[in-house]
C-alpha cells in the first residue's frame, strides 16, 4: 500500500510539474518564407553536376636516383643505442611514386602506413604532410612507429646501389631491400 500511495504521489507531482511548463505559453503562427528573388544570394552554393570519380595517374620513373613503385623491406637498423633487431624481425615498408605529377613516399611500419609528399636530391629524402593511418598501436609496435616517424621528420641522407637502400642520419639507420 506505501508502494503504491508513493508512486501515485510521485506520479502526480511530476505530472503537475509537467503540466506547470506550459503554462503562460501562446502558441503563435510562423510567416511562410518567401521564395528567393533572382538578386539574393542562393543559401546553398551551386556545385555544379557531379563528377564522375577520376583514377589518380601513377607514374614509376626513377626519383632521385631511386626507383619508383619498388617495395623495399627493412633488414636492419640501428641509433645511438645500438642495433635495432626489430627493424628486421618488424620490418618497415617504404616505396615511392608519382601520383598525378607529385612525388609520394609511402612508409609502412609495424602498426600503421604514412603516405605523404617526398622530395628527392639525389642524395636526402624529405617527406613534407605525411598524413598516417590511425590504427591504435600496442607496445612495442608503438615505440617502433614512433621511432620511424621521429626518423623521416627531418631530411633523411640516403644512398642507393641498385639492390641495397641505406638511410643514415643522426636519429638512425635503416637498411633496406627491394
Known amino acids: 500500500m ?24 501562446v502558441a503563435r503562427p510562423t510567416a511562410e518564407p518567401s521564395p528567393p528573388s533572382s538578386s539574393a544570394p542562393s543559401a ?7 563528377s564522375t570519380p577520376r583514377t589518380p595517374s601513377i607514374t614509376c620513373d626513377p ?46 611500419t609495424p602498426c600503421n602506413v604514412g603516405d605523404g609528399l617526398a622530395s628527392l636530391d639525389g642524395s636526402a629524402l624529405t617527406v613534407t604532410r605525411l598524413a598516417v593511418s590511425a590504427k591504435g598501436c600496442s607496445e612495442p609496435a608503438a615505440a617502433y612507429e614512433h621511432w620511424t616517424w621521429n626518423l623521416i621528420g627531418a631530411p633523411v641522407p640516403y644512398t642507393y646501389d641498385g639492390a641495397t637502400l641505406t638511410w643514415t642520419s643522426a636519429r638512425g639507420t635503416v637498411v633496406f631491400r627491394s
Open 44 to 50: 546553398l552554393p551551386n556545385l555544379g553536376e557531379p
Open 63 to 108: 626519383v632521385g636516383g631511386l626507383p619508383a613503385c619498388v617495395d623495399f623491406v627493412s633488414v636492419s637498423g640501428s641509433d645511438a643505442s645500438g642495433p635495432l633487431a626489430w627493424v628486421g624481425t618488424d620490418p618497415l615498408a617504404f616505396r615511392l611514386e608519382e601520383v598525378d605529377g607529385q612525388v609520394h613516399a609511402r612508409l609502412k
Open 2 to 25: 506505501r508502494r503504491t500511495t508513493a508512486a501515485l504521489t510521485s506520479g502526480a507531482a511530476a505530472a503537475m510539474l509537467l503540466a506547470g511548463c506550459g503554462a503562460g505559453y
